[in-house]
């Protein structure tokens, strides 16, 4: 069970928090009232002074909303019954801070395309080329270190391929254009965004499949 402690019925000075003696006495003592708390948890009302009183917390449930876009706002208590009962409104986040949020999801998303990787066909093969942050740039390097009428034996997911000059060009060309398409991807989602303002149009503007969404 949780408690509030509250003052005149009308503010709540401490809680909802569980039975916790001392945590309590140290609240009453700062208010210089002269009460001891017993380490017994009550289950009940308990009076402390003609303005001082602990009420039992019932039915602290809050509603579904959605975190993104709305956010509680409350508690807003009523004492009846020698309890404490509250109640929330959901209402509309600050639509700044919703953009905001937004721009992170976008952000994520696009790293996670980014990451996906792509595919080119190099030999009449179609071979997925690595955009992972932690292998896309090994296959540069040794591209680098190459000579026009080198070759060399790269492994793709589907297999070893013969590579020539030419090929690891293609191969690199077709990440980094890919990678880039990414975040043109959200500069312009980013724009998008910049275009809202209202919560609807905010919701309208898609930015991950149904199914995938980071969370913030």
């Known amino acids: 069970m949780v408690y509030v402690l509250v003052e005149n019925k009308t ?3 401490l809680g909802p928090i569980e039975w916790r003696q001392r945590f309590i006495q140290s ?12 380490p017994s948890e009550p289950n009940s009302y308990l009076k ?3 303005n001082i009183e602990i009420y039992p917390v019932h039915n602290y449930v809050t509603p ?13 208590w009523s004492f009846e019954d020698l309890k404490a009962t509250p109640s929330f ?21 696009r790293y996670r395309r980014e990451s996906l990787g792509t595919k080119v066909t190099i030999q009449g093969q179609e071979v997925t080329v ?3 942050r932690q292998n896309r740039n090994t296959l540069p390097q040794a591209f680098l270190l190459m000579s026009e009428t080198d070759t060399l034996n790269w492994k793709f ?5 013969n590579l020539t000059y030419a090929d690891i060009e293609a191969v690199v060309r077709t990440g980094a254009l890919y990678i880039q398409e990414q975040f043109n991807w959200e500069v312009a989602k980013n724009a998008e965004l910049d275009t809202c303002v209202t919560k609807e149009q905010l919701q309208s503007v898609e930015i991950v499949p149904p199914v995938y969404r980071p969370g913030i």
């Open 130 to 132: 690595d955009t992972s």
């Open 89 to 109: 409104e959901v209402i509309d986040r600050n639509i700044d801070h919703v953009r905001g949020d937004l721009r992170g999801i976008v952000a994520a998303e």
């Open 48 to 50: 402390i002074d003609d």
């Open 64 to 76: 579904d909303h959605d975190a993104l876009y709305q956010q509680l706002a409350g508690p807003f």
């Open 11 to 13: 503010t709540v000075i």
């Open 157 to 161: 997911p589907e297999g070893f391929v």
């Open 27 to 38: 609240e009453l003592d700062n208010l210089d009232i002269d009460f001891t708390i017993s």
